[in-house]
């Protein structure tokens, strides 16, 4: 009964990611299939526990790492700037504007910031519980958190180097603190893997690469599929459990 109950919340999931694919963020059903869709894998990994009653810390933290998450759905994408310049306009009245304008563009660029900041928050929280997750597979060794951390602000100086910006930028350091998450979750695959590799490290391991994937995309190559390597990574690290 329960294994059915599993299959049909996986099917749900499945279906409700799909169809965030083929609606736009302006839609007024993108909110409630997006919230509807970290419901179902919520409710997913409740399935999967209660199978063999695996709720543990592992379990739990798994489960927990989601509901940041639900936060992502309050950050709105910044939006381009409409203001046009009439053609009939003096040349000082279009000095003033282009002034307004590019006062309103920093105004807007801060804002954009301060949201992949917010980001970047959610998107820690949830890398930082499933690193936990990791000490219940692996070595329990605290250190792993430093280490994610490193490897995190390697990431960003790295990104700083490819794209040849100032270093010194503070709102540029800013925007890139989400590949701290990347650098917890890399971090999380060799605590896993670091005393056995049975099925759950395993997948729990590729859960983490598929998430990092994720995170990756969200940054440099934002799209409406992005959702769905999320949703895999979680499936991933639940699955092992009814086993």
């Known amino acids: 009964m329960l294994i059915a109950v599993v299959v049909l919340?996986?099917?749900a999931t499945i279906i409700v990611g799909i169809s965030l694919c083929f609606l736009k963020k302006e839609s007024p059903f993108f909110l409630l299939l997006k919230t509807l869709y970290f419901v179902a894998l919520i409710c997913f990994g409740f399935s999967c526990c209660a199978v063999q009653n695996q709720f543990n810390g592992f379990s739990i933290?798994?489960?927990?790492?989601?509901?940041?998450?639900?936060?992502t759905l309050l950050i709105k994408t910044s939006s381009k700037d409409d203001k046009q310049i009439a053609p009939n306009q003096?040349?000082?009245q279009q000095a003033g504007i282009n002034n307004d304008e590019m006062l309103a563009k920093k105004i807007q660029n801060k804002k954009a910031t301060l949201q992949t900041f917010l980001k970047s928050g959610i998107y820690i929280a949830s890398a930082f519980c499933l690193t936990f997750c990791s000490l219940y597979l692996g070595r329990e060794n605290f250190a792993i958190f430093?280490?994610?951390?490193?490897?995190?602000i390697a990431l960003i100086f790295?990104?700083?180097?490819i794209k040849k910006e100032e270093i010194s930028d503070v709102w540029k350091f800013l925007e890139k603190?989400?590949?701290?998450?990347?650098?917890?979750l890399i971090a999380s695959v060799f605590?896993?893997?670091?005393?056995q590799f049975d099925l759950t490290t395993s997948f729990f391991a590729l859960a983490m690469l598929t998430y990092s994937a994720h995170i990756l995309l969200e940054i440099y190559r934002p799209n409406k599929?992005?959702?769905l390597l999320y949703g895999l990574s979680m499936i991933l690290i639940f699955l092992p459990l009814i086993f």
Do not use: K, R, T
């Open 9 to 11: 919340m996986l099917v």
């Open 61 to 71: 933290l798994a489960i927990i790492s989601i509901l940041p998450l639900f936060f």
């Open 90 to 92: 003096q040349p000082e």
């Open 146 to 152: 430093f280490v994610g951390l490193f490897l995190g």
């Open 158 to 161: 790295l990104d700083f180097i």
């Open 177 to 184: 603190l989400l590949l701290l998450s990347v650098g917890l």
């Open 191 to 195: 605590s896993s893997v670091s005393l």
């Open 225 to 227: 599929y992005n959702h």
